[in-house]
């Protein structure tokens, strides 16, 4: 049984930065991509960076391109997302997602993840 839980969620001010760490037990690492989603207020659960397990070539939504990195520690069975210069339209809950064997060759979608961690929030104000 696999397992993923997301910290490092805060209130932060516009400008700041935040680290989000995933740690994962079972065999979640033997999946092929890995990556971060959120859901603001009133809105979908949305892609925004993911990894290849076995590459690590990663993808992003635009609305973070430059500004969030998706990293992975295999070893530690943990995945992480680096977030600068947070904007208040950053406001979210996180959650870290997991896949099956397929190989994604873009963003991951909602419907292409078969495990979630819990979420952690992040609030960002101006």
């Known amino acids: 049984q696999m397992r993923m839980v997301e910290t490092g969620g805060d209130s932060v001010q516009a400008g700041g930065s935040l680290r989000l760490t995933c740690r994962t037990s079972g065999e979640t690492f033997m999946y092929r991509s890995m990556g971060w989603f959120r859901q603001g207020p009133g809105k979908g659960r949305d892609g925004i960076a993911s990894?290849?397990?076995?590459?690590?070539?990663?993808y992003y939504d635009d609305s973070v391109k430059g500004r969030f990195t998706i990293s992975q520690d295999k070893a530690k069975k943990t995945l992480y997302l680096q977030m600068n210069d947070l904007k208040p339209e950053d406001n979210a809950m996180y959650f870290c997602?997991?896949?099956?064997?397929?190989?994604?060759?873009?963003?991951?979608?909602?419907?292409?993840?078969?495990?979630w961690g819990q979420g952690t929030q992040v609030t960002v104000s101006t």
């Open positions: 997602a997991a896949t099956g064997f397929q190989d994604f060759s873009r963003l991951l979608q909602e419907s292409d993840v078969i495990a």
């Open positions: 990894i290849n397990t076995d590459t690590a070539i990663t």
